[in-house]
């Protein structure tokens, strides 16, 4: 049995189960990405817009200035300093629970960016994002449709961890938000995938409901942006799959038109 099947039945979503569940055939799963520089971090200082006015960040009465939200009409910094910055933050009262903050993990110069809610208890003890259960189902999904790890750059709405993994608050998604728009203009990745209502409500300021949400393709700066499930509410929700391999199908088409 080949490994793409293996990864197909682990995700519910071997040919058999689709066509009981009336998912389209998807037989040949071509790689779309071009192969990946070992060297995770860039060669060179990548070309970065300008820093626009903020856009991740939701209105909020009655926030803090903390120093990366003055931040945003300064320079973006560099990669490295933007990982000490995140390193050291205490914009937020989440500085003071968690073990470490957690920057993001892959390639940086990577065609696809995905992006999660928060890091979860294994996420703030390895300082990486998605190393638990749902990471697992999440590398699972990028195998289904031929990406690995060094073909995506992986952060998280919020990079330190909510005690006892509660939702964000909006004043800790408002501190944190420069930090996400920095990883985007550095990215520059040619497709953002949010991951859950958090990520998705966070760029596309929105409020919708992800079931609404994920049926179009949004942009955000210019960038074509899906929206799908979290990892952790499909290990909840099973049923789901099916619309999330919906979902992978539709960015795996994206990239391979952009290629
Ligand atoms: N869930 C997230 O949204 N991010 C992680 O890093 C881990 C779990």
Known sequence: MSRQHLLLRELGLAPRWRLRHGVAPEPVLTPVLAPVAANLVPAAAPVVPAVAA?????????VPAPAVVEAAATALPEWAALQQQVASCTACGLCQTRTQAVFGK???RARIMLVGEAPGAEEDK?????????GQLLDNMLAAIGLSQDDVFIANV?????????NPAVDEMAACADYLRWQIAHVQPEV????GRFAAHALLQSDA??????????QYQGIPLFVTFHPAYLLRSPGEKAKAWQDLLAIRR???KKA
């Open 54 to 62: 903020p856009v991740v960040v939701p209105a909020v009465a009655a």
């Open 106 to 108: 892959g390639n940086p």
């Open 126 to 134: 390895q300082g990486l994002p998605f190393v638990g259960k749902a």
């Open 158 to 166: 919020l990079k330190c961890r909510p005690p006892g993994n509660r």
């Open 192 to 195: 953002l995938v949010t991951l």
């Open 209 to 218: 409901a992800i079931g609404a949400l994920r049926r179009e393709t949004h």
């Open 254 to 256: 994206a990239l391979a």
